[in-house]
């Protein structure tokens, strides 16, 4: 680690490469998410033909309710994701069947056959990004949460969330309990790092002890009861 903007990762043939923050953790979470596909597939010689058949399964879902409302259709894959739960499929090949399916539709093949477009069609325009948009309506929805910083603080948590991570936010009440009390401590650190940074607020910059505070208070939310009677 070179600073608190860069990472320097490793160097190789003389040259070092440097990541953002952002950056470094998306390289760490998408290596991490690649080995544990190859540890599922290790021990499971079915797992590629169940991830066809999930993947053939959320397709047909798709092209049911293309012309229902976001909420009907997020509903459409809840009840599905609950269906293949209670057959013994595991989140990890029901979320990344769900993923496969929505980025299937922005595989460039929308100028191809109409018969694609005919299950495609108004699905999921955008694809993953609008699967999330529903995922998170649907969460915030349930709390009842009008606008405001602390709906905005929850979205930003919420937009961490994979989309192979959908189905299990939509049906796996600890998971789902985990990343709202996560969104509650963001709020609270932006609340302070709004005030450490003063008028400009937040988007001031705090500096690098606005950052240290910030992450000081992260560390003990999370390390105490806090995180967890939110959880409960």
């Not at 608190?4 to 070092?16: D, F, H, L, P």
């Not at 009907?72 to 599905?80: H, W």
């Amino acid at each position: 680690i070179t600073d608190y903007k860069e990472k320097e990762i490793y160097k190789t043939m003389g040259k070092t490469i440097k990541l953002k923050e952002s950056e470094l953790i998306k390289l760490i979470e998408d290596t991490a998410k690649k080995q544990i596909l190859l540890n599922a597939k290790s021990k499971d010689m079915n797992f590629d033909n169940k991830i066809n058949k999930v993947t053939k399964r959320f397709s047909k879902i798709i092209n049911r309710v293309s012309e229902s409302t976001p909420n009907e259709r997020l509903e459409a894959i809840r009840k599905e994701t609950i269906k293949l739960r209670e057959a013994g499929y595991s989140y990890l090949i029901i979320g990344e069947s769900f993923k496969l399916s929505c980025n299937s539709l922005n595989e460039g093949f929308l100028d191809g056959a109409n018969a694609l477009k005919s299950w495609i069609g108004a699905a999921f325009d955008g694809a993953s990004d609008t699967a999330k948009e529903y995922a998170y309506d649907w969460v915030l929805g349930m709390f009842g949460i009008p606008d405001g910083k602390f709906k905005d603080a929850l979205a930003v948590t919420l937009g961490e969330v994979d989309i192979a991570d959908l189905p299990k936010l939509m049906t796996d009440c600890k998971f789902t309990a985990h990343v709202v009390a996560d969104g509650c401590v963001e709020y609270v650190i932006r609340l302070i790092m709004q005030d450490v940074a003063g008028v400009g607020g937040v988007d001031a910059g705090a500096g690098v002890l606005g950052k240290i505070i910030g992450n000081t208070v992260e560390k003990q939310l999370e390390q105490t009861e806090v995180h967890q009677e939110l959880m409960a």
